[in-house]
Antibody, heavy 117, light 107 residues
Framework: QVQLQESGPGLVKPSQTLSLTCTVS??????????WNWIRQDPGKGLEWIGY???????YYNPSLKGRVTISVDTSKNQFSLKLSSVTAADTAVYYC?????????WGQGTLVTVSS | EIVLTQSPGTLSLSPGERATLSCRAS???????LAWYQQKPGQAPRLLIY???SRATGIPDRFSGSGSGTDFTLTISRLEPEDFAVYYC????????FGGGTKVEIK
């Protein structure tokens, strides 16, 4: 049973870069066959997909965030990471990492990131 | 971008009743690329249905999905107490988007 766990700062200042890491256990990112995603959710609101990466490093980002998002993978550590630059209060959300193949079948518990000075 | 509109926004039902949730797409979505999720407070979403009608691993058969093109439906045949939650549809035929959600609450 694969498990995912987000980690990173819970508070980021406006205009700075949000950085989060997702550690995968119980399965190997390098084995292929899946996409590794970041998704966020405004408190009390809906879900927004941010982007994904596969084991070889190919990425695809939400066009609405393109230019600010970078997702990278480290197969040796079984981790993938998110960087979101030039953040504003609108980027305050719970950030989830999730695995997908036919739907998002495994999720992390989520981590709240607040953008505030 | 394909916009998914879910209705109703809130569904008030009693345990044992049937729930019918709608997801309408702004343009046609391949059935292969339509999924449904359940989310309870403080938890991550859980995959219920993929490919419009295939149940994910461990999902009870009271949950079923149907539809094609721009109109999709999630049906819960008989509501159990643990089914009261928010439900989201999601497509990945063109980029990837979620619907705004339907809350199923106890009447």
């Amino acid at each position: 049973q694969v498990q995912l766990q987000e980690s990173g700062p819970g508070l980021v200042k406006p205009s700075q870069t949000l950085s989060l890491t997702c550690t995968v256990s119980g399965g190997s990112i390098g084995s292929g066959g899946y996409f590794w995603n970041w998704i966020r959710q405004d408190p009390g609101k809906g879900l927004e997909w941010i982007g994904y990466i596969n084991y070889s490093g190919s990425t695809y980002y939400n066009p609405s965030l393109k230019g600010r998002v970078t997702i990278s993978v480290d197969t040796s550590k079984n981790q993938f990471s998110l960087k979101l630059s030039s953040v504003t209060a609108a980027d305050t959300a719970v950030y989830y990492c999730a695995r997908s193949a036919r739907g998002f079948d495994s999720w992390g518990q989520g981590t709240l990131v607040t953008v505030s000075s | 971008e394909i916009v998914l509109t879910q209705s109703p926004g809130t569904l008030s039902l009693s345990p044992g009743e049937r729930a019918t949730l709608s997801c309408r797409a702004s343009q046609s979505v391949s059935s292969s690329y339509l999924a449904w999720y359940q989310q309870k407070p403080g938890q991550a979403p859980r995959l219920l249905i993929y490919g419009a009608s295939s149940r994910a691993t461990g999902i009870p058969d009271r949950f079923s999905g149907s539809g094609s093109g721009t109109d999709f439906t999630l049906t819960i045949s008989r509501l159990e107490p643990e089914d009261f939650a928010v439900y989201y549809c999601q497509q990945h035929g063109s980029s990837l988007t979620f619907g705004g959600g339907t809350k199923v609450e106890i009447k």
